[in-house]
């Protein structure tokens, strides 16, 4: 016996979501759906760790719910709800609060750069996000994490803490038969939680500003001119990719050619992930030709592939009933899966139930 494959990731519905956002997560959820079990996840308690105005974050977990949709995830076939829905999240956080050490949440270089200096003044809930994540993953007991390199060492943790839990209740999980074999390494062991693979990767795992090649696509940045957002429309779009900062060069022939140009490289990143080619090709293609001939391209392509998501996303927002039908179904699905879960944790750990 071995855990059966199964896909966990989820999006934080905090603002816009952009071009980044789909080219890294959304559009890999929808193709990983075709030869997998899945589970996506708006994470609206992972959301609160920072503070948030109520109405807003009801308008954004339902905006994110619209992408998934609009992007292609079947909602029928796959598990598509927010997290607040399903309680046992939280119950298992807690669990993994009390395996979990504090040295290994010390060494989350995410909650270093959120807190920053006011670190005394962060909430618990952002230094303790880790653990709610390993809970999001293991109480489904999913295998396999699609996530982007931010994100990595967050894994990390999950595998740990999986782990540790494994180890420490060992006999408990041999007395009760709810163990599953699985490979650690070169041995062959005995476990609850199964170590979950990220998958990382894909055409374009990290898109960069359209103001500055050197950071992160975010929906924080005070420039609108800095990201796609996945509900602009097509003469927006057009604009903001004709407005993109570059360099007084023209492409190069090669890939080495983008060695410290991280703006020609992030556009041609781009052009490469919607057009679902690898940038040597792209370069084959648009090797020795002016920004001015290749952004046109790019914007003409952007808008075929992005003006259809936006325009299924505002219909589908339009119907805010639907959207929470669809939550409420799936919140339903992932509880009656999360509780099976939970209550062979409760057993394992010695707690009375029933």
């Known amino acids: ?70 992007a292609g995830i079947d909602p029928k076939k796959h598990i598509v709800f927010n997290q607040s829905r399903v309680v046992q999240h939280s119950e298992l956080a807690w669990v993994f609060n009390c395996v979990a050490r504090m040295g290994w949440l010390n060494r989350m270089t995410q909650f270093k750069e959120k807190a920053g200096k006011d ?81 990382i990767g894909g055409p374009a795992p990290r898109v960069m500003s359209l103001r500055d090649g050197s950071k992160k696509m975010s929906k924080s940045d005070p420039s609108d001119l800095s990201r796609i957002n996945l509900t602009d429309d097509a003469d927006t779009i057009a604009k903001k990719i004709r407005k993109a900062k570059t360099d007084p060069d023209g492409l190069p022939s090669a890939i080495e050619g983008l060695t410290g140009r991280p703006e020609a490289e992030n556009l041609v990143t781009i052009y490469a992930a919607l057009a679902e080619r ?9 090797g020795g030709r002016q920004f001015s001939d290749f952004k046109p391209a790019l914007a003409d392509l952007a808008v075929e592939k992005l003006a259809p998501i936006a325009g299924e996303m505002r219909r589908i927002a339009a119907d805010p009933s639907y959207v929470d039908a669809v939550l409420k179904d799936g919140g339903e699905r992932a509880s009656a899966q999360a509780e099976g879960t939970m209550t062979s944790v409760r057993d394992i750990i010695g707690l009375l139930q029933g």
């Open 1 to 70: 016996m071995s855990f059966q494959p199964l896909v966990f990731s989820g999006v934080q519905p905090t603002g816009n979501l952009h071009l980044g956002n789909y080219l890294g997560a959304i559009r890999r959820f929808v193709q990983l759906q075709d030869d997998n079990d899945c589970i996506y996840c708006v994470v609206d308690l992972h959301a609160i760790t920072l503070w948030q105005e109520p109405a807003e974050l009801m308008r954004a977990t339902r905006e994110v719910t619209a992408a998934f949709l609009a």
């Open 119 to 199: 670190r005394e003044n962060a909430s618990v809930g952002l230094f303790a996000y880790p653990t709610l994540m390993a809970a999001d993953i293991l109480v489904y007991r999913a295998t396999h994490v699609p996530v982007g390199d931010d994100q990595k060492q967050h894994l990390e943790l999950t595998r740990d803490i999986a782990q540790k839990f494994n180890n420490d209740f060992s006999a408990r999980i041999a007395e009760l038969g709810v163990g599953v074999e699985m490979q650690v390494g070169n041995e062959t062991v005995n476990g609850f939680f199964p170590l979950a693979e990220p998958l």
């Open 278 to 286: 690898s940038k040597e090709q792209v370069l084959a293609d648009f």
